[in-house]
């Protein structure tokens, strides 16, 4: 299973956006492949969140985290704290 939908998903519901955003399909396709995505400076978020999304949104497939990786980083287990 490949994590970069959920990456996707966990972005926009923090930020309310896509973490790349054009009107042309291909300007898409080639910001996902060529530039950063960028967190938000207004709204501050853990550095386990920032772990997860990294983990998610890695470039290279081969180099994503995976999704047993991904469900035993602290900031996706639940805490009673």
Known sequence: MDVWAIGIMIYCM???R????SQNKDEIKNM???QP?????SKPITE??????AGC??????DRIT???????????KSDE
């Open 32 to 34: 996902i492949v060529t």
């Open 14 to 16: 923090l930020f309310n």
């Open 57 to 62: 949104l890695e470039k290279k497939p081969e």
């Open 48 to 53: 386990g969140c920032k772990q997860v999304l």
């Open 67 to 77: 999704i047993k990786a991904l469900l035993e980083l602290p900031w996706m287990i």
């Open 18 to 21: 896509l973490p790349f955003s």
């Open 37 to 41: 995505y960028r967190l938000s400076k």
